[in-house]
């Protein structure tokens, strides 16, 4: 069981907006902005999308977007596109041995 | 260009050893904070350790006591060492450097898959 909580799937049509949760406590994304979103393709190495809740690394694509309120943060994909298809996963910094923990990833299909 | 370079996997029987590198280029190893990140088949991410620019380590919990976070400054390169290994240590190894201050991890290798079976 992963430490933080993600949607198993997600699914959206080309051009519409989709939103994956990612749950912790607050030992971690309650207290820090340490929040991270990956995106990762199979067989490839996870790519950064979103780092510190809300910011974007230079590259990505301004539909990408995060947020974060209590306990939970939030990845948010407006104007889907098909390439956009990947397993997505949220980290934080957490308050413990294990420093970092990351969600158990979310399948997002694009119909 | 930033480019991570993992190697060292292979098949190891339970309770064996196994030491992982990492070369890296476009950066020094001793100037950052490095990282280890696994994956086990099929399943999510989980971080395993970290070396600081002090030399300060750091473990998960599930790794503690077994793994070992090194690192070379003439060969800049990356090292954990894998002792006692378990099934449930089966899992591509990455490494990854951390950005900035932030608990990112934004340059990644290719990963090497690691084994454990009898």
């Known amino acids: 069981q992963s430490a933080l909580t993600q949607p198993a799937s997600v699914s959206g049509s080309p051009g519409q907006s989709i939103t994956i949760s990612c749950t912790g406590t607050?030992?971690?994304?309650?207290?820090?902005?340490?929040v991270s979103w990956y995106q990762q393709y199979p067989g490839r190495a996870p790519k950064v999308m979103i780092y510190?809740?809300?910011n974007r690394p230079s590259g990505v694509s301004t539909r990408f977007s995060g947020s974060k309120s209590g306990n939970t943060a939030s990845l948010t994909i407006s104007g889907l596109q098909v390439e956009d298809e990947a397993a997505y996963y949220c980290?934080?910094?957490?308050?413990?041995?294990?420093?970092?923990?990351f969600g158990g990833g979310t399948r997002l299909t694009v119909l | 260009e930033v480019q991570l370079v993992e190697s060292g996997g292979g098949l190891i029987q339970p309770g064996g050893s196994l030491t992982l590198s990492c070369v890296a280029s476009?950066?020094?190893?001793?100037?950052?904070?490095m990282n280890w990140v696994r994956q086990a088949p099929g399943k999510g991410l989980e971080w395993v350790s970290v070396?600081?620019?002090?030399?300060?380590?750091y473990y998960a919990d599930s790794v503690e006591g077994r793994f070992t976070i090194s690192r070379d400054s003439s060969k800049n390169t990356l090292y954990l060492q894998m002792n006692s290994l378990r099934a449930d240590d089966t899992a591509v190894y990455y490494c990854?450097?951390?950005?900035?201050?932030?608990?990112?991890?934004?340059?990644w290798g290719q990963g090497t898959l690691v084994t454990v079976s009898s």
């Open positions: 990854a450097t951390r950005k900035g201050n932030t608990w990112t991890f934004d340059y």
């Open positions: 476009g950066f020094t190893v001793s100037g950052s904070y």
């Open positions: 070396i600081y620019r002090d030399d300060s380590t």
């Open positions: 607050s030992s971690d994304i309650g207290t820090y902005d340490y």
């Open positions: 510190d809740v809300s």
């Open positions: 980290s934080s910094y957490r308050s413990s041995n294990t420093l970092v923990v």
